[in-house]
C-alpha cells in the first residue's frame, strides 16, 4: 500500500513538472494532478493495451517508433476524460512532448524513491 501511495504521488508531482515545461499542458493544482493520475492509469491499464493490439502492424513497421504516439494519444485521451478545467491538453503536439517529457520525469521520481525506500 506504501509503494503504491508514493507510486501515485510520484506520478503526480511528474505531471505538475510536464506542465510547467510543455506548453499546452495544463494541470490546475495538485488535487487535480491526484485525479488526472487516476484517469491516466486507468486509460493506460484498460484503453492503452487496445491500442497497442490495433496499432502492432504499424508500430512494427515503425520499429516501435509509433509507441510514441500512442502514448501521446493515450494522454491527450486521458485529458478529455478528466472533469473539465482539471487537466487539459492543447492539441497533438502537446500531447506529445508531454508524454516523452512525462516518461522521462517519472521515471526520473521513481528511481529517487526507489532509493529513498
Known amino acids: 500500500m506504501k509503494h503504491f501511495l508514493l507510486t501515485w504521488l510520484g506520478t503526480a508531482v511528474a505531471l505538475i513538472i510536464t506542465a510547467h515545461i510543455v506548453p499546452g499542458f495544463i494541470i490546475k493544482n495538485f488535487a487535480a494532478a491526484l485525479v488526472a493520475t487516476v484517469v ?20 512494427l513497421i515503425t520499429f516501435g517508433l509509433f509507441t510514441f504516439v500512442l502514448n501521446a494519444l493515450a494522454l491527450w485521451l486521458a485529458s478529455a476524460l478528466t472533469p473539465a478545467n482539471y487537466f487539459t491538453i492543447n492539441g497533438f503536439v502537446p500531447a506529445f512532448l508531454g508524454s516523452i517529457v512525462l516518461s522521462i520525469v517519472s521515471s526520473l521520481i521513481s528511481y529517487v524513491l526507489r532509493v529513498v525506500e
Open 40 to 59: 491516466v492509469g486507468l486509460v493506460n491499464a484498460f484503453i492503452r493495451p487496445i491500442l497497442g493490439i490495433l496499432a502492432f502492424p504499424v508500430t
